[in-house]
Structures are given as structure tokens and as C-alpha cells.
């Protein structure tokens, strides 16, 4: 016992018609959740970070030592090492 042929007719455009609107929505609505939670808070984070903080002791190691009172460039700025 199968369907008759017309009744079949129009299955795949009417899901379609359900469906794409609804994924659509979703799908913004996840990227709207994904650049609040992350995107937001990692640009507020990044806006307070010290960088400068983790680069000071690089100065001192032997990286940057290579000849005794030479300017080092780092981040844009001549630092002088001793």
C-alpha cells in the first residue's frame, strides 16, 4: 500500500519552506550569542592586558643581551638594555 503519486507531490518545497526560515533564525541568533559571550569579552580583556608585564623579564634574559648597552626594539619602542 503506497501513497499515490500526487499526494507526494510538494513534500520537499513545503519542508523547505518550514524549515530554511527557521534555520536561518537559529543560525543568527548562535552568531549573535557567540559575539556577545566571546568576541566582547575577549576585546574587553585584551583593552586591560599588560603586555609589558610578560616582556619585562625577556629584557633581562640573555635574548636580548646579545651586545651590552645596543637598543633593542620591542613593540615599537627603543628600550636600552644594560
Known amino acids: 500500500m503506497s501513497l499515490p503519486k500526487p499526494a ?3 513534500l520537499l518545497a513545503k519542508r523547505l519552506r518550514f524549515h530554511l526560515p527557521i534555520a ?17 569579552l575577549i576585546n574587553q580583556f585584551l583593552l ?6 610578560y616582556i619585562r623579564p625577556l629584557w633581562s634574559t640573555v635574548l636580548f ?13 627603543n628600550v636600552y638594555v644594560r
Open 8 to 10: 507526494m507531490r510538494g
Open 48 to 53: 586591560f592586558f599588560d603586555h609589558m608585564r
Open 65 to 77: 643581551k646579545i651586545v651590552i648597552g645596543t637598543s633593542v626594539s620591542c613593540l615599537g619602542q
Open 24 to 40: 536561518f533564525g537559529l543560525s543568527l541568533i548562535a552568531a549573535a550569542a557567540f559575539k556577545v559571550s566571546v568576541i566582547v
